[in-house]
């Protein structure tokens, strides 16, 4: 009861907060749901997606383990969850993020099988179809540092200190962009991030990053996806 009441807080009160304060900066978001979301909270979907949020999919629930399918059951998972996403948001997910982001080493190849655009989850490379230049799966790795469960469940990092790790990767990965492209992702989870006393701090990394718009690319996931298929069919 307590860890449910706790997540249902997220859904309920934390993602209307943590949606007003992406609004105020201007900063787009890609929203990682749940198959059975789309049924439960619609309203609180479609605000985000009102608001110019790419849906993309975090699996059919978190109480599951992607990485101890079998394949066939995998390939059923991931063909049913899109197929549901699809239906209410009248398009594929932008994305997959594997629940418990757990993958088989099949996880790449499955998610080309039904064309989902993006696979945002480790350092995968290939597929059994060879090098995926161009072949419709591109997989951009998430930052564990970056992410509010590990840093302020798993390792008890307070919430100013969150914010001052958000601020200090992204100055230093400016800098280091210089002389090559990187990527910085932040994940953020509405019970814990939509907590008030967080959401105080997170504020204020988030007037950092929007400060400095103007010298880097606040994007999402799935258009992240979009440029690197882009770039290589150009090549």
Not at 103 to 112: A, G, K, M, N, V
Not at 163 to 172: G, K, L, P, S
Request: proline share 3%; charged share 20%; net charge neutral.
């Amino acid at each position: 009861m307590l860890n449910n009441s706790w997540r249902d807080y997220g859904n309920r009160v934390g993602a209307w907060r943590l949606l007003e304060l992406l609004k105020e900066h201007a900063l787009p978001v890609s929203l990682l749901v749940i198959r059975n979301s789309t049924a439960w909270r619609p309203t609180l979907i479609a605000a985000f997606r009102d608001q110019g949020a790419e849906i993309a999919s975090h699996g059919r629930t978190n109480s599951e383990h992607q990485a101890a399918l079998g394949e066939a059951d995998e390939r059923a998972l991931i063909d049913t969850v899109t197929a549901t996403i699809a239906r209410h948001e009248g398009r594929a997910p932008a994305g997959w993020l594997s629940p418990w982001i757990a993958e088989t080493e099949r996880t790449p190849d499955l998610l080309h099988e039904p064309a989902t655009a993006t696979c945002s989850t480790g350092a995968w490379t290939t597929s059994r179809s060879g090098c995926r230049h161009g072949a419709g799966t591109c997989c951009r790795a998430v930052s564990a540092g970056m992410n509010d469960s590990a840093a302020i469940i798993g390792r008890q990092v307070g919430a100013g200190e969150f914010a001052d790790m958000i601020v200090d990767q992204f100055d230093e990965m400016r800098s280091q962009a210089r002389v090559q492209p990187l990527v910085m992702g932040i994940s953020l989870h509405a019970m814990i991030a939509g907590q008030p006393f967080r959401l105080r701090q997170l504020r204020r990394a988030f007037d950092h990053l929007a400060r400095h718009r103007d010298a880097v690319w606040l994007t999402t996931a799935g258009r992240i996806a979009d440029h690197w298929h882009a770039a290589h069919a150009a090549a």
